[in-house]
């Protein structure tokens, strides 16, 4: 039997090999959005302003959240057109359909970026 984790695991690989070697391929996994719609979700990810991104993820969890969703969390890094890796988190929701899976609403991306504290020394 298969499950959420396999299945978690199995869409998270597709997702980002595709993410990062054709978005515009991506386009069948948001089939049936109300919110924005396929065209505008697949319109952004192709126009982001990069010309290369790898996607290595640390952690996958995949819990069921009903008998046909299925809600999967990744950590990981992202490395943008050779630029230092950044820490990122993305949730999506799996949304059964027959023998697959689609994204419902588009899944939620949280980066990282590096932070810089400065303190001046002060001089007496």
């Not at 919110?35 to 819990?63: C, M, R, W, Y």
């Not at 799996?94 to 023998?99: F, H």
């Amino acid at each position: 039997m298969t499950t959420p984790q396999d299945i978690g695991t199995q869409f998270v690989q597709y997702y980002y090999a595709t993410f990062d070697g054709n978005r515009p391929g991506l386009a069948p996994l948001y089939v049936r959005q109300t919110f924005g719609g396929t065209t505008n979700i697949v319109e952004k990810i192709t126009s982001l302003p990069f010309q290369s991104v790898k996607h290595q993820v640390t952690t996958l969890d995949a819990q069921a959240a009903s008998p046909t969703t299925i809600i999967v969390m990744v950590t990981g890094a992202l490395v943008i057109d050779d630029s230092p890796p950044m820490q990122f988190s993305q949730c999506f929701h799996l949304v059964q359909d027959g023998s697959s899976f689609y994204v419902y609403v588009g899944g939620l991306v949280a980066l990282q970026w590096p932070l810089l504290i400065y303190f001046p020394i002060l001089q007496a």
